[in-house]
């Protein structure tokens, strides 16, 4: 089981940027793949971005695309996702995860951080 702490949430204006980071307790497998999802209240948790382990293949939400970089730092074993252009509907929990699949379904990714909150006013 992986440990997943993010960090780097919080409140800010639409149009706005924020960097959230995501630390594993443990280096990951070579074929893990790391993912960012959100959960807004009364939705449900619904993905926002992935990335391979080893870096690269990075994928994202339709909703997400051209505002949202997800990333790796190897050396440091972080993850994170730079977040740009920010929208009131981007407002949510947002969850680090780390998976054997690629794959956009949450059932995919076995660990799970607390999440961190972003709020974004209009």
């Known amino acids: 089981q992986v440990e997943l702490v993010e960090s780097g949430g919080g409140s800010v204006q639409a149009g706005n940027s924020l960097r959230l980071s995501c630390a594993p307790s443990?280096?990951?497998?070579?074929?893990?793949?790391y993912g960012w999802f959100r959960q807004a209240p009364g939705k449900e948790r619904e993905f926002v971005a992935l990335?391979?382990?080893?870096?690269?293949?990075?994928l994202y939400a339709d909703s997400v695309k051209g505002r949202f970089t997800i990333s790796r730092d190897n050396p440091k074993n972080l993850v994170f996702l730079q977040m740009n252009a920010l929208k009131p509907e981007d407002t949510a929990v947002y969850y680090c995860?780390?998976?054997?699949?690629?794959?956009?379904?949450?059932?995919?990714?076995?660990?799970w951080g607390q999440g961190t909150q972003v709020t974004v006013a209009s």
């Open positions: 995860a780390v998976g054997s699949q690629y794959s956009t379904n949450r059932q995919a990714f076995d660990d």
């Open positions: 443990r280096r990951p497998f070579s074929r893990s793949v």
């Open positions: 990335i391979r382990a080893r870096g690269g293949s990075e």
